[in-house]
């Protein structure tokens, strides 16, 4: 019986190398030039600071292209509220969510059971969802009924067996 698992996972390390990158763009721009501007990582969090809010919204923009540019969803990061610091300075914390929650898992799977599909069913596995079903060609159609919904959080298929 064909199966897949759908997970939702951030590599870390292309994090890592986004937030390095930023960095560096950062220190060698003009119009970041003394004003503090750093983004550290932690954990699983981003924390940022900047001399004003103006420009710690354009560190994130910044950083949201050396997100993108190696291939880390946006979906993943949840945005806290802007801190102000003293001095007028600013900071914010970005946690980077990996994993597929219990409320999105019961609501992925759901959707695939709205699909109506004869013989394909799900069944949440920690933070994954493991799809079955009886032929593959219903697999490959939740496959691209879940890649067009939008769940709000990045998803990817893994573990295609046949």
């Keep these: 019986m064909p199966t ?3 997970v939702s996972e951030v590599n870390m390390q292309e994090v890592k190398n986004a937030v390095d990158q930023a960095n560096r763009e950062a ?4 119009d970041f030039k ?3 501007s750093n983004i550290e990582i932690s954990d699983q969090e981003l924390h ?3 001399s004003s809010e103006d420009r710690l919204k354009a560190l994130e923009q910044v950083l949201e292209e050396k997100l993108v540019k190696r291939g880390v969803s946006l979906k993943s990061l949840e945005r806290q509220s ?9 900071r914010r914390t970005i946690k980077i969510v990996a994993g ?3 409320d ?3 609501e992925i799977n759901r959707y695939i059971k709205d699909l109506g599909l004869k013989g394909v069913n799900g069944s949440i596995q920690g933070d994954s969802v493991r799809v079955s079903g009886k032929k593959r060609d219903d697999l490959q159609a939740v496959i691209a009924g879940l890649k067009e ?4 959080i990045p998803l990817q298929f893994n573990n295609f067996r046949d």
Excluded: M, P, Q, W
């Design 4 to 6: 897949f698992d759908v």
């Design 27 to 30: 220190n060698t721009r003009f």
């Design 34 to 36: 003394d004003t503090g």
């Design 48 to 50: 940022l600071t900047s």
């Design 82 to 90: 802007i801190v102000e610091g003293s001095r007028g300075s600013a």
């Design 100 to 102: 597929i929650s219990s």
């Design 104 to 106: 999105k898992a019961k």
């Design 149 to 152: 919904h939008d769940f709000n």
